[in-house]
């Protein structure tokens, strides 16, 4: 689907047409390298690159309320097995 046909779904229907989960999106991830960092330091800049990822999601996701599936791992595995 396009954007503009996604928009005009109601949060529920967008909901029935999500594919998936994404595995390195969220704070869990980003945790993670930044714990593994501490170790070896060019994983820093991994992390600050998923930062700074997940920030221009936060920028497309608001307005689609989709918020919770991309920034929680967890959320989006719950999501995924629920169904």
């Known amino acids: 689907m396009r954007k ?3 928009q005009k ?5 967008r909901a029935k ?3 998936g989960f ?3 999106h969220g704070f869990e991830p ?3 390298f930044l714990i593994l960092s501490i170790f070896f ?12 990822h997940m920030l221009e999601d936060l920028v497309e996701d608001i307005p ?9 791992l967890s959320y989006a ?7």
Do not use: C, D, M, N
Not at 42 to 52: E, T
Not at 64 to 72: S, Y
């Open 4 to 6: 503009a046909q996604v």
């Open 9 to 13: 779904l109601s949060y529920e229907e």
């Open 17 to 19: 047409h999500a594919k």
């Open 22 to 24: 994404v595995f390195f």
């Open 30 to 32: 980003l945790i993670l």
């Open 41 to 52: 330091y060019p994983l820093l800049f991994v992390a600050l690159g998923f930062f700074v």
């Open 64 to 72: 689609l309320r989709t918020v919770k599936i991309k920034l929680f």
């Open 77 to 83: 595995l719950y999501r995924y097995f629920k169904k």
